[in-house]
């Protein structure tokens, strides 16, 4: 059947016991979303309204956090309304279009935070240098990088699976992601599986421009305690973000490739939505809490809501 002109209805997984739970799961991914937007859009406008903060790094970290909000928005809306109105039920074309929203955000993050070890590199190794490096016009090719990659991966990745005839009408997920439409049809995946190859060479680059990042800037600060310092403040939360957001999408992606159903669904469940939960949730936190500048300008800001809310 032709997946293109004519949309296809496909069923999600049902969340176990949903009918009798479906307002404590409802409330709970409620309470997470609109967490994951307050603190992201506060990030994001302290540094915009801040001039001090007009800084590389901190120009980074607003683009992580709006790329948080950018893929939490390709899940909770539709994983809200299913709650509610009980009908896990998704057309063809938006279920491409969650994939393209989650994926291509989750790939974005592994980018950003690729450039963000180049410029941690930069101010730690070569401090002298990194005006003339990373000027506005660098860090905007650096975003576009950024953003561009993924999207035109995610996006072919897309159309290559829905011009696939399908024969099967069922998502073993609570979204919807390219490999399991994928495995959707009958018809020979080569091609997926060739330009899904592709996609991990790229991204495997990443990850060594981030090792050997990282290899250099732990050389350097055996040197000097003041390198130590600025590791330990700025490099040591990336390090960590990093491995926890690897290890999730690497099983994400091995699961949905190769998995049995011998795992149990919980924890299946659990892995997928960690990828949806602590990224943007825990990135703004890790960072920017992390980063004095930007911490005491939270603090003003709470101290001024307490005023507003005593008066």
Partial sequence: MDNMSSPLRLTLMVPKQSETYWHLYFTCFLFIYLLILSINIRLVMVIIMQKALHEP???????????????????????????????????????????????????????????????????????????????????????????????????????????????????????????????????????????????????????????????????ACKASLENRRKFWQTCLPHMLSLLNFTFALLFDVMYSRYGSNDIPEGLRNFLALELVIVPPLFNPLIYGLNIRAVRRVFASCMNVSKQLIKT
């Fill in 57 to 219: 790094m901190y120009i980074f970290l607003c683009h992580l956090s709006v790329n948080g909000v950018y893929g939490a928005s390709g899940f909770y809306p539709k994983f809200l309304s299913d709650l509610i109105l009980d009908s896990y039920v998704i057309s063809s074309h938006m279920c491409a279009l969650q994939s393209i929203v989650i994926y291509s955000s989750l790939l974005c993050e592994f980018t950003i935070l690729t450039v963000m070890s180049y410029d941690r590199y930069v101010a730690i190794c070569k401090p002298l240098d990194y005006h003339s490096k990373l000027t506005k016009i660098t860090c905007v090719k650096l975003i576009l990088f950024s953003w561009i990659v993924p999207n035109c991966f995610c996006v072919t990745a897309a159309l290559l699976s829905n011009l696939r005839p399908f024969c099967k009408y069922h998502i073993d997920k609570l979204y919807c992601d390219n490999w399991s439409i994928v495995k959707l049809s009958c018809a020979s995946s080569f091609i997926n599986n060739v330009f899904g190859y592709i996609i991990y060479v790229v991204f495997l680059c990443c990850a060594i421009i981030i090792f050997l990042s990282y290899a250099k800037l732990i050389t």
